[in-house]
């Protein structure tokens, strides 16, 4: 059977990413101690010569279901890359996948457990290094410090999301991702973390410590970087805090980059 | 050239909707003394005989694409719908549509003039009768009683919606949708109305009204249960609010519905 | 502390549903041998007595937290309804969750196995008795017979989607949902199955495939229908087929319901 | 009333960008001799010095607020930021928004005119100089290469879309967008470009068009690098191609971008 794909092309342009996208598939995540099995929405791509008409896309979909058995952290994500520049005869792989990851939380006065799904984007490239990103949007709670001052009772406040995106410089020799570590990090510059389940001692500390901590967008944005630039083995980062305002229908919002 | 959807069909079955989804255009809404033009997604479809094997679907795309110059009301849908019923030899024709429609603001204290969109749906079937829905999804604020009863000071409060969904009884002699009154009748249940532009005078004045005036969900949606039962002209109507809670990533519900 | 969920109320409306939308959890579902950790989506709630104010939502936290590790079927689900009527002092408990469900499909030609990701819909009320429904969305070719028809060669085809709503009818009876063995029913009615991996023999296999075996949306609904009317234990059926149509950016769509 | 954003900040962090994200307005915006209303999702930013610690982001509100009727062209944006700049005492404005654009589609043989919706998303950004980017997402039809060789009749096709970022050089001296003329030069590179409205005549001839003229995802890319690379004017572009695969649920994908 003629092989379309591998015809010659003239047109001289090597493509930088061709691949497959919108595949769900159920990976396992290795983060820490943990293992977690989650639903992971995935881009796969190759670089594609351009002596060569087009890809074999449905070696990328063999490669992704071989692998949904184990447990993915840095070192295994770069043999899947490494395998698939074999594979698939380029210099240039990357996987790019996101997912919801869950969070034990244990409420703050009554200790209840429960689980928090942060939403968790990995991009990792292999050229002749490999390149590493991780992306997680962390909820919590924000308090408007001018409605505070300038009310007599009360002060709006909102759910917020933070969205910290981290380059990792020698992503070669990173272990382990530290979801967990992080989201701690991002979410204690809110004027209060939050939790799936607050019995009313719980709910009563909770609107008094957010009441006690007033932050603009601005201001938990300003958190973040300073806490973020004391994260080693960063080459940039990227974060950017949105606040679903409760006194309007659009949001506030604040964003900043830095390479390092 | 031979017309296959006309072909003769043998399974029996009555079709009860077909036609075309996700059609996107521009169109003109009326609705009391204004004239609003509103990006539209549209549904449109008919009834097909169970001896027919297929609609002409672009008689349909014609129909919408000669009806976006004039101004939509009761009566304009309704002559659209008996022509789709002439046009493609049916007993029932359906138009349901969503847009953005965008009502004036005044501020509570400054004044200040703002637009706030509000997302409309409207559901028309024409059988016999004229069947008629309106939809609309309202967004204000939430202040947590519980909250603000045990906690020394502040409270948790929102942004939340109210989805009304209102049936009305003889749709044929509505002249008016009467978007804007609904709208306020629908936020005046809330624990403070938003707006899109706030000066400061405005935001202590919302955020003392709100604490001023804690509603749980339930509170909301009784009250609009009791509000919408003012209503002249129904025949039923579904409501549910829903509460972004600031302290969870997860919202507060409740809905309702009842037959007049 | 006070209790102020538990004051009462003196609106006379007993609220239909309250409770927690938007949550997300890791659970276990059973489905014939097979038991699949599934991330879900969920929408969990109980009426509300007209003489009360508001719902302690935390304890609806709390159960679905306690039930994230053993499998459920229809069986436990009932139990679960049971224990939340108990709990939360109620007549009235209702579960509707969604997940991505994988089915293993073997490519037409070469047998190689992928995975196939189902969007299933599970609403199950529990007054006194039990209501269940189970909502597919089954993804497939669809192959356009007039443009086969008039066209000197070729004819547009492109993905579809077929939505199936289930109403069992003595649900209690029901031990398994039998997800896999609906979703072949329902494949089995476009001009082609669809496979996440397919090697060139396949390609030609399903290409030929649907080019032999044209249909419209409304001979796929026609055929749907016809299939699940064969169906045992259902009280009602919904279905809908929607075709993402190559030649267009809107849709055709065509949807049919009974009771039975 | 005291000015709570005013305060010092101590952090030095000067942020990048700060503002009001999710906002929907009416807008004009002037394409060539037409001038067209759009529905429009906004963000409007500006940097924040380091030595203050919020933004007045009703002041972006307001500027937003009355800017909703004249119609917007490069200069009329550039104005508007600049205007931005002093109101908000800032050396940095952007205004990023996005609408759907309607193109006027004649068929190709009944020539029925109809109305295709085109997402456009424009990024202004006003440092010094005006840094201007406009992204176009453009649907047509693809038909795979392979499927057609290998297959004893038909072949797979399906709808695609192409996502084309516009970088202008010189952005000062663009006087209008051209958005018609961009989208006909980027649907011309597919197997087919695809109509609203098509009567049978048409539809025969897209049909056919599509089977003469099969491209893969990366066929589509390079004649879109080679037709971007024409344009004048430009600084860079990113395209990314994306095909619905007809015979799977996930989708083919090429991307590219380059400098100039």
């Known amino acids: 059977m003629i092989d379309v794909q591998n015809q010659k092309d003239t047109r001289q342009i090597k493509i930088q990413q061709t691949g497959v996208t919108g595949v769900y598939l159920p990976i396992f995540i290795s983060d820490g101690d943990e293992v977690q099995q989650v639903l992971s ?25 071989e692998n949904i058995s184990t447990p993915l952290n840095v070192l295994k994500i770069k043999k899947i890359l490494q395998y698939t520049q ?31 799904d942060i939403d968790v984007q990995i991009c ?21 410090p001018c409605s505070k001052e300038i009310s007599d009772f009360g002060a709006h406040n909102q759910r917020s999301i933070c969205r910290v995106n981290l380059f990792f410089a020698d992503a070669d020799k990173i272990s382990d991702f530290n979801i967990k ?18 019995k ?34 960063l080459s940039a980062f990227e974060v950017e805090c949105e606040n679903f ?16």
Chains 1, 2, 3, 4 share one sequence.
Do not use: W
Not at 190 to 197: L, M
């Open 200 to 233: 009313r001692e719980d709910e009563k500390f909770v609107t008094e410590a957010a009441y006690k901590n007033p932050k603009f967008v601005e201001d938990i944005l300003r958190d973040e970087v300073l806490a973020i630039r004391t994260l080693k083995n």
């Open 41 to 65: 929405k995935i881009k796969f791509t190759v670089a594609l010569s351009e002596k060569i008409r087009g890809t074999h896309m449905s070696r990328l979909m063999e490669i992704l279901t």
């Open 124 to 144: 990792a490239e292999l050229a002749n290094a490999l390149n590493l990103s991780l992306k997680l949007e962390v909820p919590f709670t924000s308090l408007c």
């Open 86 to 116: 074999t594979k698939l005869e380029t210099d240039f792989a990357a996987l790019d996948f996101g997912f919801k990851f869950f969070i034990k939380k244990s409420a703050p006065v009554s200790d209840k457990e429960s689980l928090l």
């Open 245 to 260: 305002e409760s006194i309007h229908s659009h949001n506030a919002f604040a964003s900043h980059s830095e390479k390092m």
């Open 181 to 198: 570590s992080l989201v701690e990090l991002i979410e204690a510059q809110a004027s209060s973390k939050i939790y799936p389940i607050l």
